[in-house]
């Protein structure tokens, strides 16, 4: 490893942890309140507010973590990887296709063990605008877990490992929405156990569409959107929850023929988008 390799791998590692102490305790300042509020030990009238800061705080630590390091135009690379370069088209339809592949894989493996499970197609009539407007919210994690963690982890680690790690403190960051008071999530997933190794499992399919979107943030945020647009219908709309565990083998069913076909180190056609190039090429 020469000098400027031992450089950027400190760098990366530096940056990396400034990220996952701003998320975490912008987290905090932003979801305890809302945790407190549901019990009626906080006043209700800013929460809205701070619920959405906390939507955001993904995207405000990588911003953050960038400046750490004098690495101002890697802010603006970080937002323009939003709607920047152009998408790879297979990327794009898999976003699109992938959630509806996992949710409905699920159901059938359900129902193939003599589960039941009540769903009629007119559930699905909302789909399209609620992706959109769950592809707007995600957004502002992606530019984060995606668009930042990811590629900075990347720099050392596969994109199999990176995914691993990204999973991980994306999961740990959600636990307020555990906590909350009337939450539907210990519903949904049984258990705190459950909904993190979803999350760390399903990791793995954002990052491999981030490579393969060659460092874009577009086709992770579509998958996020239509994940959780299709999880708002088919555990809200169709009254029950989709069988999480059969949720988990259908991921790993789709990383196992990723990593077939293209191997752990991308995962996907294309490159290991390997940190944010803060030259004027992209990243690389």
Partial sequence: MDGSTRTQSSSSWHSIVVYIAVVFALGAIFYVPWVLSSYGLFPVEPIALLVILGGVSPTIAAAAAMRSQNRGAGVRKLFSAAAGQEVDKTALALSL???LVVFYGAVTLYLLTG???ALAMDDLLPYVPMLCVAALVSVWEEIGWRGFAQPE???RYSALVSSLIVGLIWALWHWPHFAVFGSQMPDVYGSYVVFVSQTVVVS???GALYNWGKGNVVAPTLFHGGFNALGGILMQ???SAV???FMIVVELVIIVVLAGAFGIDSL???VRVKGIDTSAG???
């Fill in 268 to 270: 996907s056609r294309g």
């Fill in 115 to 117: 589960g039941v499970y």
């Fill in 204 to 206: 793995v399919i954002y």
């Fill in 243 to 245: 069988p999480i565990p």
């Fill in 153 to 155: 982890l990347q720099r």
């Fill in 282 to 284: 992209s990243s690389s």
């Fill in 237 to 239: 709309t169709a009254g």
């Fill in 97 to 99: 296709l992938l959630p």
